[in-house]
């Protein structure tokens, strides 16, 4: 039954068949297999029950969030005043690159669309500074991941949905390896340009009234994140409740910089359903073969297969992660989440491991999927904005980053509480 799924799925995603068909393809032919009862015909009731759950309407809100601050100009100010503090670094507008990609990262909740937002903005200063493109895109398309990681994060939302674990637990436990990982990205170029002194550009230099006249611009997105981030740690406000006021926040940001209008709207609105649409359909298809899953107990034949191993839990965690990071070269990473979640959340489980522990490092697993050939989304999105130049520049100039992510996951399983202690912390205290 295992060897099957695994091929199938295989199969489906080599194919090239859309996602959510391929899942809920999948689904209908386990359950006719290996089911006595007709399972598809429960899909209705499937798609009813989760299409309620009200976790899943912080999705929509966080994806408009995006898209009307992509469209306010605030991402160009902020770039701008965050070069004035940071561009005098050895690395010059590299380490600008991922101090803005953290800062949108925070308000955006989306990797790609943090990916091209800063592109957009930073590569014309690329060519106009002589910068090296390799390690300069790597910059781009690594800042891009951490918009699934840093809260608020679409993906953790879906991973909470599909495992059923708190929300507000996950974006508790990311808030401090995300930071982490933006230092790490910026420690590691910091290296690279100490090892090879022709990197190590610099920003022109900034005096310190600039400096502070500058910082007016990072306090709109700054307010947006303790806005929406802050009143899930205050318990003020529940994710979802926390997503529509990041987008009133954001509407504001929108018509604070004069650029509200019906055409800015109505462009936010459709790209959000287009993308909400896209996303809601694979959600459903993966409850329902999550709910194939369950029925003809695959779910527990993989948690007591990995039980049979006789494995200690730190070798089968290692083995996960080594998994993930080749599914990552192969299977979109969306997929790659979905398809694995309703799988591997139950194993973690019964080795001991907290969900909201691996919830982390799993999203990390995520980010690096986002960056590595021959699929990685990031990489796509940073050429494409390039519009032109060798692919390998951008292949390359990741390498160090997927090292980064390496260490900070190493970090975790050494040190659980880098994820654990603010959750445990906040829950001590309630």
């Not at 995603?13 to 959510?20: D, E, G, K």
């Amino acid at each position: 039954m295992l060897l099957t799924a695994t091929v199938l799925l295989l199969l489906f995603i080599a194919s090239s068949l859309f996602v959510a068909a391929g899942l809920g393809l999948l689904g209908g032919v386990l359950g006719h297999l290996y089911s006595n009862f007709p399972l598809v015909r429960g899909i209705g009731e499937i798609a009813w029950t989760a299409s309620a759950d009200f976790n899943l309407v912080a999705v929509p809100m966080f994806i408009i969030m995006g898209e009307l601050l992509l469209r306010s100009g605030v991402a160009e100010r902020m770039y701008d005043a965050l070069d004035k503090w940071v561009g005098r670094v050895p690395g010059g507008l590299m380490h600008t690159n991922i101090a803005a990609s953290a800062m949108f990262a925070a308000t955006s909740g989306s990797s790609v669309a943090t990916a091209a937002t800063i592109g957009t903005i930073s590569i014309p200063n690329m060519r106009k500074f002589g910068y090296n493109p390799t390690l300069f895109l790597g910059t781009i398309a690594a800042g891009g991941t951490l918009g699934i990681l840093i809260p608020p994060s679409i993906n953790m939302v879906i991973y909470g949905a599909l495992s059923e674990t708190s929300v507000s637990d996950l974006y508790l436990a990311a808030l401090i390896p995300g930071i982490l990982m933006a230092l790490l990205f910026s420690v590691f170029v910091f290296a690279i340009c100490l090892a090879r002194p022709g990197l190590a550009l610099k920003s022109a230099p900034a005096t310190w009234g600039e400096r502070f006249a500058a910082l007016v611009h990072l306090g709109p997105p700054l307010l947006l994140f303790l806005l929406v981030v802050g009143s899930i740690y205050a318990g003020f406000a529940t994710p979802t409740e926390a997503s529509a006021l990041g987008v009133m926040g954001a509407l504001a940001l929108v018509a604070w910089s004069g650029r509200l209008s019906v055409q800015v709207l109505l462009r936010s609105f459709e790209s959000t359903v287009r993308t909400t649409a896209m996303v809601m359909l694979i959600v459903l298809m993966a409850f329902f073969l999550n709910f194939v899953m369950s029925t003809i107990g695959l779910t527990n034949l993989a948690t007591e297969t990995v039980k049979g191993l006789s494995w200690p839990p730190l070798a089968v965690m290692l083995a996960i992660i080594a998994l993930y990071l080749v599914l990552g070269c192969f299977v979109e990473t969306l997929t790659l989440m979905i398809a694995t979640t309703p799988i591997v959340v139950p194993i973690i489980k019964q080795l001991g491991y907290s969900p909201v522990w691996f919830g982390v490092v799993f999203v990390i697993l995520i980010e690096a999927a986002l960056i590595t050939p021959p699929i990685g989304m990031n990489l796509f999105v940073v050429q494409s904005v390039r519009g032109g130049g060798p692919f390998r520049d951008v292949a390359l100039g990741i390498v160090p980053f997927l090292v980064a992510m390496l260490v900070l996951i190493a970090a975790l399983l050494a040190w659980p509480d880098i994820a654990m202690w603010l959750p445990t912390l906040v829950a001590a205290n309630k």
